[in-house]
């Protein structure tokens, strides 16, 4: 991606502080980070999954940043049954 002229940087999304300085200035951010552990608690998953994508998108629209991309999966949710619902 560095051959493309992106920049790519890591922060901890539980930590919203740790990412404004690789975030500020950008024109696009992409999030695709998820904790996907189905061993771990429910509520450690919601937790970075939903208050993760809160910390970036509400420190990108505070900084300015145009555009922002969220990438997801139904992972999150532990799949769905064979019917196609959710579990």
Known sequence: LQGLGIDCVEGNIAERESMRKG???AE??????????????????????ALGSEN???????LGV????NISSIASFGGTSPDGTFP
């Open 23 to 25: 975030m500020a200035g």
């Open 28 to 49: 696009w951010v992409i999030h695709a980070a998820a904790e996907l552990d189905f061993g771990s608690p429910r509520e450690r998953m919601e937790s970075a999954n």
């Open 56 to 62: 970036v998108a509400s420190l990108a629209l505070e």
């Open 66 to 69: 145009a555009r922002t991309l």
